[in-house]
């Protein structure tokens, strides 16, 4: 696995020690959780896999900037075919977002799953994320689905499935 360089960052795979440094991103941004419905725990978003997956094609980073966590990406790999991978969470502290970090972050993960053949990069966001939702569609990225509320999957508000060819 190359490593996914991320210009002024020094990412690394998630690790138990990190949980609560990055609890303490979330709580500094309610309004994304309230955006999604709900706030969840990050433990959650760390062992979330589609079903039938493995650890092994799950890949969760922690972005640091001057030894501290400034965000988070985790991103499944063949997800639901071979050369899709499929981009579960991005997220960045308010401290590290705005004036292009996150389109950045996006031009990396670009190129390493490229390095690595996949071919599609997909994911899911919620309808009323205008943010997240101007970035994807000015990268490019199409719509592919909608997916309806469901409590007992968890998703509290409609989600648009996206994905862009690299
Ligand atoms: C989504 C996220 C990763 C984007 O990163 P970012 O560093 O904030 O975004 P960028 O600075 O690269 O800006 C991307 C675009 O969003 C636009 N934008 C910024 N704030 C906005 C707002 N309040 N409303 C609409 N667009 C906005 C920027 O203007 C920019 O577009 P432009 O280049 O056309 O001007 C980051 O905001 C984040 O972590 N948000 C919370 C978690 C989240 O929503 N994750 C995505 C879930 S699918």
Redesign the pocket.
Known sequence: MSPLTIPGFHTRPLVDGDVAAVEALFDE?PE?FE?NGRRFPVEEMRTALPPGRSFDEKFTYVLERDGRAE?LIDIIRGFPEPHVWY?G?????MR???????????HALYDWVRAQGGTVIR????EP????R???A?EGFEFEAMREIDPEAKRMRRTLVLRRAL
């Open positions: 941004d994304y955006i965000g981009l969470f991005i997220f960045l502290s590290v977002r705005g004036g292009g970090t996150g389109r950045r972050c996006l994911l899911g966001v919620v994320n205008a943010k997240a101007h970035l994807y000015t």
